[in-house]
């Protein structure tokens, strides 16, 4: 996939002509605007027209004359909702797409929309390279970026400190000369915050390697509360209209997971699945990476896709090869931010905290939904609607689904970190995974689902230790983790295999991680622990 970001041939959908310097004595160290009136309009007013047009149309609910977004994830005749201010709170991170405005603009304005009132520091702008292929991630070493808008400064000081985090972060401005991924960004920065803001523009180099981890972590310790990180990158390149409909909607719902494994798998299937003409699923991948990575690091649970269209949903659209355009917010509610803080504190201890256990009948609640939901979905292909009112079971929770078959494995998919999902369709969703996603399967067929046991683990969030000695087995789960390599062995596999701590934790290396059996010796490998109700 990186050789194919790589070689990727941008397809430019307005009409190309010479970019122009808005002030022939700007000193050389600001980077001069590459794609004014290219990818966007060259004159300042029809700039700001334009946005602001999208802008308001997000704001309403409704799309934009031109183009008009698609409505595919909403459902026919409706469009995607915003975020509700009360649920997120604060804005921490968007993702947003980079074509030309005409094409992508609309989409982009539903991420842009909702920074509105926030008080932003410094942008974190971060993409891959569509014009270089090299190690690691750089960092532009201008002084300033220009725009037909105005300069806007480069933090110098922020980016001083995530080169210093890690050998794999660099300055170097040429990556960035050519590039248009970031730069459309800029306008749509202008005009929706309070002037003052300051960028921090960074390329990934394609190279397949751990930068987008090593930069979370840098990130993670650097940034500000009031600053904010905008994910640049478009979706599907160039399947057909409803191909692109299908695959970008997976996409979409595996970034909203939170869980980079579960992202990279979903790839991977896509990849191998042969869509006409598909070319990436994300040319931005490892962009996308860092910020799913970053927000389990800073503890931003709530993950809302507002809004998805492709090409396609243009007046001058070709539905033959389209390019899919989604807009996603990360954020964090006050609640979350309360309890962080108090986490944060009490950081050195080795208790772990346990979410209040389910009772029988919320039990078997979730017990019934997963069976009806294999069920339905096996025979008829349809996911049940459920109208859950129990408090506890819309609490936001990760959970496992297992299907057994006479007393063998038949399946099972989870979600280990709480996301903006109800626990409740948490289980919902990986009742259909387990019965159609599980690699190691066939997908079940309606012959076996009077044979089927179901069995539930809902799970506490996962927190990191520093010492492999203090996990209990039988108590807690556990996942393994070094670079792209990650693996998870639910608490009851010990007890159901009568393995030692160590036996337990070299098969998870091994088995699952496919790393050596003793990586959970190594100070590279990442260990968190978590427990589990199951039922």
């Not at 640049?232 to 299908?246: F, N, R």
């Not at 798998?265 to 191998?272: A, K």
């Not at 012959?447 to 069995?455: A, F, H």
Request: aromatic share 8%; hydrophobic share 40%.
């Amino acid at each position: 996939m990186k050789k194919a970001i790589f070689l990727l041939m941008l397809l430019i959908f307005l009409t190309a002509c010479s970019s122009k310097q808005v002030n022939n004595d700007m000193p050389k160290n600001v980077r001069q605007p590459a794609y004014a009136g290219q990818f966007y309009p060259h004159e300042p007013g029809a700039i700001t027209d334009q946005i602001k047009q999208f802008l308001q149309a997000a704001a309403s609910l409704k799309p934009s004359p031109q183009p008009s977004p698609a409505t595919f994830l909403a459902g026919e005749g409706e469009t995607a909702p915003l975020l509700a201010k009360e649920g997120l709170g604060e804005v921490k991170a968007i993702i947003v797409p980079h074509a030309g405005y005409d094409y992508s603009g609309a989409v982009a304005a539903y991420g842009y929309q909702r920074l509105a009132g926030q008080k932003v520091n410094t942008v974190v702008l971060i993409s891959n390279s569509h014009q270089a292929y090299f190690d690691g991630a750089a960092i532009d070493d201008h002084d300033a970026w220009s725009t037909p808008l105005g300069e806007v400064a480069v933090d110098k000081a922020l980016a001083k400190k995530l080169v210093q985090a890690d050998a794999a972060i660099k300055f170097d401005g040429a990556p960035h000369q050519s590039d248009h991924n970031l730069e459309v960004q800029l306008p749509f920065l202008q005009t929706a915050l309070q002037d003052g803001f300051k960028i921090v523009p960074i390329e990934f180099g394609n190279k397949d390697d751990e930068t987008y981890e090593k930069l979370a972590r840098a990130l993670a310790d650097n940034l500000s509360e009031d600053d904010l990180v905008v994910i640049s990158t478009d979706m599907s390149h160039y399947p057909s209209y409803g191909d692109a409909q299908k695959i970008d909607t997976g996409t979409l719902e595996k970034i909203k997971t939170g869980d980079v494994a579960e992202l990279e798998n979903y790839v991977r299937m896509v990849e191998n699945a042969g869509y006409a003409n598909e070319q990436t699923l994300l040319c931005g991948i490892d962009a996308v990476k860092t910020v799913l990575e970053l927000a389990k690091l800073a503890g931003w649970s709530e993950i809302e896709i507002l809004k998805y269209a492709n090409s396609g949903d243009a007046a001058i659209g070709d539905k033959e090869r389209v390019v899919g355009y989604g807009a996603v917010a990360f954020g964090q509610n006050k609640n979350e931010k309360i309890k962080n803080k108090k986490e944060n504190a009490s950081a050195t201890s080795t208790e772990f905290v346990v979410a209040g256990e389910l009772n029988n009948k919320q039990q078997k609640i979730l017990l019934k939904i997963a069976k009806e939901t294999v069920e339905s979905f096996v025979e008829n292909g349809k996911i049940p609607e459920y109208n859950v009112a129990d408090e506890r079971l819309n609490q936001k929770q990760g959970a496992f689904v297992t299907l057994n078959k006479n007393g063998q494995l038949r399946g099972c998919i989870g979600q280990i970190l709480p996301t903006g999902q109800p626990l409740w369709q948490v289980v919902r969703d990986m009742a259909v995974a387990a019965c159609s996603e599980d690699g190691r399967f066939n997908p079940v067929e309606k012959s076996e689902l009077g044979e089927l046991e179901y069995e539930i683990s809902v799970l506490s969030a996962p927190e990191k230790i520093d010492d492999w000695r203090k996990i209990e087995p039988g108590k807690h789960g556990v996942v393994i983790s070094q670079g792209r390599s990650k693996g998870v062995f639910l608490p009851q596999v010990a007890t159901e295999t009568g393995w030692s701590l160590e036996e337990f934790l070299s098969e998870l290396c091994w088995q699952k991680a496919g790393l050596e059996p003793s990586c959970y010796k190594d100070p590279d490998t990442r260990i968190e622990v978590f427990t589990a109700q199951v039922f």
